[in-house]
């Protein structure tokens, strides 16, 4: 218990607040659902055992006032620091409003552990709205996790627990994963949220009010690892360990026949619009490749989609409205985590931009958009779409042994250069292959150009001074004008257009690949200007011009990097007497338009002195395996 405080957050699955004095509910900035407690006076009892009857009783609850009102709150449990809106009567508030972009990772299925998979798609999703941030825009952004389904069912009972208690350890590895991981969100959803449930239904009532929902009959071999039907049509026979099986074509699967009365989405009704908007739009998915897949499947046409299960087969997970012997078809309950996380169905929707692994475009870029469609709501600004990993050029597999825990990979490198090795190798079009050695050669390459340039540049043996020059300095000086020197400043100059240009559409290793070629650039510079010998009041202006454009260049490539390394690009700028980007960002000044050589003033700017010893990127002797 404590007393006196300010503010109360309590992370239990049971608990009791008693105040005095009228409390203030506010919302977190970061969850629409989620509420503060303040009071001039408020006890907070923990203790998930203790009754409201014997709360009354203790000592220091008869120390209370009479005029003493309590509030029992009884809550699952949502994670560390969080209270539901819902359960204290409030209304939820809609923190997103007025959002420029929304971007979302897929919710991640809780039958196993993270793997590198997860962590990749999570990182590419940051490293787009950290950029939308740098760009001056207003950015929501949501992960979490899909904790419903027969997969579910499964596992858990495997595990010998419940799945509620299954799901709640399996999500917190995900949120621990992506918090070692600097993985920037607004909102980790979880599916067993009661706002996410709520938001499930009104969904589905909204669709069946307006007639797109029917019950029937209904045959399909449906696939529990795809968590899919399939027709007919998308199986095929094969003989695996000595039985004849149905594998579903499009993903190798096995599949079982089913045949029950379930409600069916009218999905055949969507072919024509889903076809017209991909057609008319056509950048909304991408790279090209995805959208020729999906446009082939429109083309085969799209029977009438299952989406209820009966609750016999299927228990875990949100009952259908007025029908309790039905359980809502897990992917439609997945894909309205996008529309829970902005307060649906109270708030005002942002078109979301969705980055998802290609085994899922078929429900992110067809069963979403005709959900959509159905229910009057925007549909997605942008689906990107990337490809899997393998390992040393095998698929990844449980039997073969080489799975990647990401969590092993953090801790002996750090976040900052794992995740620039994922999105230095990955391109969006193809599968990556993760090597063990390779990581260590891309790690190395970071550490020969930016860390040798940025410990050469801020010596204190080259910058006695610790000067920053400015640019009207060494324009007067007439250094800056040799064709190496405007190369450079060219090269840099472009970079947050480039930036712009790859980011935006997902292709974050191609952006690194020119950020590295600008240091590539910038090495030469420093090495060919040989600050070292130019000592006395004679070389000074060459000096300063060396230093000028390397801080420059330096400044440009880190802010751009920022997106994808933060803390090291952090370290780099405050190298330099630069601040850290988020003191940057949180300044209110746009930072788009300073990534030129000369845009910013640095005339109040010194250079610190490096800390003694640090080497800012190790060098890697022996990878990880």
């Not at 208690?165 to 599916?191: A, P």
């Not at 029937?216 to 998308?234: K, M």
């Not at 029950?260 to 998915?285: A, G, R």
């Not at 897949?293 to 875990?316: H, K």
């Amino acid at each position: 218990p404590r007393r006196n405080s300010t503010t109360v957050m309590c992370s239990v699955p049971f608990f009791l607040v008693s105040h005095v004095n009228k409390a203030v509910v506010t919302p977190l900035n970061a969850h629409s659902p989620y509420y503060h407690i303040t009071s001039d006076e408020l006890t907070v009892y923990t203790d998930c055992c203790i009754s409201a009857k014997e709360m009354l009783g203790l000592p220091r609850a008869a120390s209370l006032r009479a005029s003493a009102r309590w509030l029992a709150v009884c809550s699952k449990f949502r994670g560390p620091n969080v209270l539901d809106a819902h359960d204290l009567g409030v209304d939820a508030a809609c923190p997103y409003s007025g959002h420029d972009k929304y971007v979302t990772t897929p919710i991640f299925y809780v039958n196993a552990s993270p793997h590198i998979g997860h962590l990749h798609t999570a990182v590419l999703a940051d490293c787009m709205v950290r950029w939308h941030k740098l760009c001056g825009r207003k950015t929501a952004f949501a992960t979490g996790t899909d904790e419903h389904g027969l997969k579910v069912q499964r596992a858990a009972d495997a595990n010998q627990t419940t799945p509620k208690d299954f799901c709640d350890n399996v999500s917190q590895r995900f949120r621990v994963l992506f918090e070692t991981g600097d993985i920037g969100y607004d909102r980790f959803i979880r599916t067993t949220d009661a706002d996410h449930h709520r938001a499930v239904s009104h969904f589905w009532t909204t669709l069946q009010d307006k007639g797109f929902i029917y019950r029937a009959p209904y045959s399909g071999w449906y696939s529990v690892v795809d968590e899919c039907f399939y027709t007919a049509q998308q199986v095929e026979e094969r003989t695996v360990d000595g039985q004849v099986v149905q594998i579903a074509k499009e993903t190798g699967s096995p599949t079982v026949l089913y045949e029950e009365e379930n409600y069916m989405f009218k999905l055949s009704q969507f072919q024509e619009p889903l076809e017209k908007w991909i057609t008319d739009y056509p950048e909304v998915i991408s790279p090209p490749k995805y959208r020729n897949f999906v446009l082939a499947l429109l083309a085969n046409g799209l029977p009438d989609l299952s989406i209820s299960r009966r609750r016999e087969m299927l228990e875990w997970g949100i009952p259908v409205p007025n029908d309790p012997e039905h359980t809502v078809y897990v992917w439609l309950d997945a894909l309205v985590n996008y529309m829970t996380v902005l307060g649906y169905p109270h708030c005002s929707p942002v078109p979301p931009t969705h980055v998802v692994g290609k085994d899922i475009v078929k429900f992110h870029a067809i069963y979403w958009p005709a959900f959509l469609m159905a229910a009057d709501l925007p549909l997605p600004e942008k689906i990107i779409v990337h490809g899997h990993w393998t390992r040393d050029k095998q698929k990844i597999s449980k039997s073969k042994g080489n799975a990647i825990d990401p969590a092993a990979y953090l801790e002996r490198y750090g976040s900052d250069l794992l995740r620039f090795y994922l999105m230095y190798e990955a391109r969006l079009a193809q599968d990556a292959d993760f090597s063990d050695n390779r990581l260590v050669t891309v790690i190395n390459i970071l550490a020969d150009t930016l860390g040798n340039l940025v410990g050469r540049c801020t010596s204190p043996r080259i910058n006695k001074k610790a000067v920053y020059p400015t640019l009207s300095e060494v324009q007067t000086l007439g250094f800056i004008q040799n064709s190496q020197t405007q190369e450079l400043i060219e090269r840099a100059n472009g970079l947050s257009e480039i930036f712009t240009q790859h980011v935006e559409c997902g292709e974050i290793g191609l952006a690194t690949l020119e950020a590295l070629e600008v240091l590539r650039l910038c090495n030469k510079f420093f090495s060919d200007m040989a600050p070292w010998t130019l000592k006395g009041p004679d070389n000074e202006g060459e000096l300063k011009t060396c230093l000028f454009v390397t801080y420059e260049v330096l400044r440009i490539t880190m802010s751009c990097l920022s997106v994808v390394m933060p803390q090291l690009s952090d370290r780099v700028l405050q190298r330099i007497g630069q601040q850290p980007m988020n003191q940057q960002l949180s300044s209110g000044h746009p930072i788009l338009p300073l990534l030129s050589v000369g845009a910013f003033d640095t005339s109040h700017i010194k250079v610190p002195k490096p800390p003694k010893g640090e080497v800012l990127i190790p060098k890697v002797e022996e990878p990880l395996a």
